[in-house]
């Protein structure tokens, strides 16, 4: 028979294990768990990775920032943070919302508390609507109550079917909980091609004014955008309430890329595969582009989309 002595103290041993093996800090090196209270974005982390990363884009760096850093600091948010980026393709919406999504979780997009919607993958069938909108409701609503600072990233929201983002209208809105779950905390972020050729037209009009780029604001943009898209069939927010009762914080306009911020974005790239940055290659990749209007050529039609398939031509080099 064991002694009442050895018997307590082998108790007392597993129970010590058993705590410290269960403490979050022990336990969240190996398995990733949600941010407490309190743990948000590094404002000057981010800002440097933006920095050096994002080209061309002073006004989203600027608007997605302030936004990202000012929610996350607010302890008790009136309703989620919800942006809309909407420029042409290759002009940095995917690589600023997954940049963000890093900061907020670590693992980025392989993180299990950042979920990615592509319309053409997960919505691609009109008459399937009622049965999407349920599934996106269920899941958004499961994973909310697992972690409430879950990020969710809709791409491809110019192909999204008219009325379906509707469904998570109740989500975004100003309750302090919907069926006993708070939202307050989670971050929604569109992505979209539309409005890119009203961006594109003020960005050229700056641009024949004599204006810098950098001198165009938010507020020469961000009305018109809202309007046109959502008088925009194509927009995936057509008519959309989440338009018409101001649900979403901010329309984030893209500018479209000039010559100089695609040999930007070569020099990045060649530095990712580990290359010396040669001038030649770098400029031989950017002149390779096509760029409108055809008359002036200023802007990439692509921005940076093609850089990395033009690169590989050059790799001997």
């Known amino acids: 028979a064991l002694e009442p002595l050895s018997v307590g103290l082998a108790i007392g041993v597993a129970s010590a294990l058993t705590g410290y093996l269960s403490h979050p800090r022990f336990y969240c090196s190996y398995v990733e768990c949600c941010p407490s209270a309190g743990h948000g974005p590094n404002a000057t982390a981010l800002k440097a990775q933006l920095d050096a990363k994002l080209f061309g884009q002073h006004l989203a760096k600027d608007v997605v920032l302030k936004a990202v850093m000012g929610f996350r600091n607010n302890l008790s948010p009136k309703k989620p943070l919800t942006l809309s980026l909407h420029g042409w393709a290759g002009t940095g919406k995917n690589f600023l919302s997954q940049i963000l999504a890093e900061h907020v979780h670590p693992a980025g997009l392989r993180s299990k508390f950042v979920h990615l919607f592509l319309a053409t993958l997960h919505f691609p069938h009109n008459e399937r609507i009622k049965l999407y909108k349920e599934q996106l409701q269920n899941w958004i609503r499961g994973n909310v109550s697992a972690c409430p600072q879950s990020v969710f990233i809709f791409d491809e929201m110019d192909k999204m079917h008219p009325g379906l983002i509707d469904a ?109 940055v040669d001038e030649n290659v770098v400029q031989a990749v950017a002149d390779e582009m096509t760029y409108f209007p055809k008359e002036q050529k200023i802007y990439s039609d692509k921005g940076c989309k093609t850089v990395q398939a033009k690169l590989d031509i050059h790799e001997d080099i």
């Not at 809105?173 to 009203?198: H, T, W």
């Not at 001198?215 to 338009?243: A, C, T």
Request: hydrophobic residues 40%; neutral net charge.
């Open 168 to 276: 998570i209208k109740p989500f975004l809105d100003y309750y302090e909980q919907v069926d006993g779950v708070s939202y307050r905390k989670a971050i929604f972020i569109f992505l979209s091609n539309a409005g890119g050729d009203l961006i594109n037209k003020a960005a050229l009009d700056f641009w024949s004014s004599g204006k810098r780029r950098e001198e165009i604001q938010l507020k020469d943009l961000e009305p018109m955008l809202s309007v046109g898209v959502f008088n925009n069939k194509n927009s995936g927010l057509w008519h959309s309430s989440l338009i018409d009762r101001n649900l979403i914080d901010y329309f984030v306009p893209f500018l479209p890329l000039e010559h100089k911020h695609v040999k930007m974005c070569v020099r990045a790239e060649m530095t990712a595969r580990g290359y010396a």
